[in-house]
């Protein structure tokens, strides 16, 4: 797993929150937002719905897809079919409410962690 990388930029609060509002709120003249990976998680309803949670679907394969994040077609079809249910245990074991940016959910992206990067591997995913 990599260690995470924050770049200089981000060290200054002000500047950080503004480019985080550009990213995620910046208009397009569509209406919509001008970043697609401003979309990811809401994507389809979000995946804390009932229906979609602890699973993945198709449109989670879309959501990634606007992270520049592509998945190898034999992985899609892993995620999307999850036969063994190891998917399933992973997201399960994550909680709907974790905030990545807070310091409590490091041991859910730490090695061996439900959302560790080691399970990107598995799916056959590259950035």
Do not use: N, Q
Request: some cysteine; glycine content about 12%.
């Amino acid at each position: 797993m990599h260690e995470l990388y924050i770049p200089p930029v981000y060290e200054d609060d002000e500047t950080s929150v503004r480019l985080l509002r550009t990213y995620f709120l910046k208009p397009r003249a569509k209406g919509d937002f001008y970043y697609s990976g401003a979309h990811f998680e809401r994507l389809g309803g979000g995946g804390d719905r009932p229906l979609a949670a602890d699973r993945f679907e198709a449109v989670d394969l879309v959501a990634i897809g606007m992270l520049k994040v592509s998945v190898a077609a034999h992985g899609a079809v892993d995620l999307l079919t999850d036969a063994g249910g190891h998917w399933h245990r992973l997201l399960s074991a994550i909680p709907r409410d974790a905030r990545l940016e807070d310091p409590a959910s490091d041991a859910l992206i730490a090695p061996g962690g439900p959302g560790s990067g080691r399970t990107s591997v598995c799916c056959g995913c590259s950035m």
